[in-house]
């Protein structure tokens, strides 16, 4: 959604409630047998996951290549950001979080936040010396990137001891096209639905 607002494609979005089993219904399963959200439905192209998708958006709408530069480096920086943010990142906060509220475990495992710390020090280290992930400017990295962390202190997970995380949270907010009402707004629905999973 932040990729679409910055290079002004409007989106006819459609949700679903993942916990009443929406995704699960016929039609959704035929454009996309994974089932699973976000899917982009382009004309007669259909592509799920949301990283290639902030890609595929960034790459036929964007007016330049800032948000996803043609540059082979600096592009190679942006995916590899984009992967560390699939593959470690979020997967790590997954691990400390969704046991619980998905899978009905009564606590949070602390050595998981530990390792989601590890990889916040990562990122905090990845951010030293430039304004945005990738350099001085927005990138769809920074896109992703924002989308997950906006998410953790709704998860009461303390960022202060990242203060490049911090500062770059703070520039995003200010810099970037539809953050307040895309990715704050979305982090504060995340955070009602993990608070009400987290007090049953």
């Given at each position: ?66 948000l ?31 046991p ?17 710390h590890?990889a ?81």
């Amino acid at each position: 959604m932040l990729t679409a607002k910055a290079v002004g494609v409007n989106l006819n979005l459609k949700e679903f409630d993942l916990f009443k089993g929406e995704h699960m219904n016929p039609e959704f399963i035929a454009l996309n047998p994974q089932h699973i959200v976000p899917t982009l439905v382009d004309g007669d192209f259909v592509l799920w996951e949301s990283r290639p998708i902030c890609s595929y958006l960034a790459s036929k709408f964007g007016k330049d290549d800032t948000l996803y530069p043609s540059d082979l480096r600096k592009r190679a920086e942006v995916d590899r950001l984009n992967y560390f943010d699939q593959g470690t990142l979020f997967h790590r906060f997954g691990e400390y979080v969704f046991p619980v509220i998905f899978r009905g475990e009564k606590t949070f495992d602390e050595e998981k936040l530990k390792k989601l710390h590890e990889a916040l020090g990562w990122l905090n280290t990845f951010l030293s010396g430039h304004d945005f992930a990738v350099g001085n400017n927005i990138t769809i990295a920074d896109h992703v990137l924002s989308a997950t962390v906006e998410t953790f202190p709704e998860a009461n997970i303390d960022l202060t001891s990242h203060p490049n995380v911090v500062s770059w949270l703070e520039r995003c907010k200010t810099k970037m096209p539809g953050y307040e009402e895309i990715n704050i707004a979305g982090a504060k629905d995340w955070g009602k639905m993990f608070k009400s999973r987290c007090n049953k």
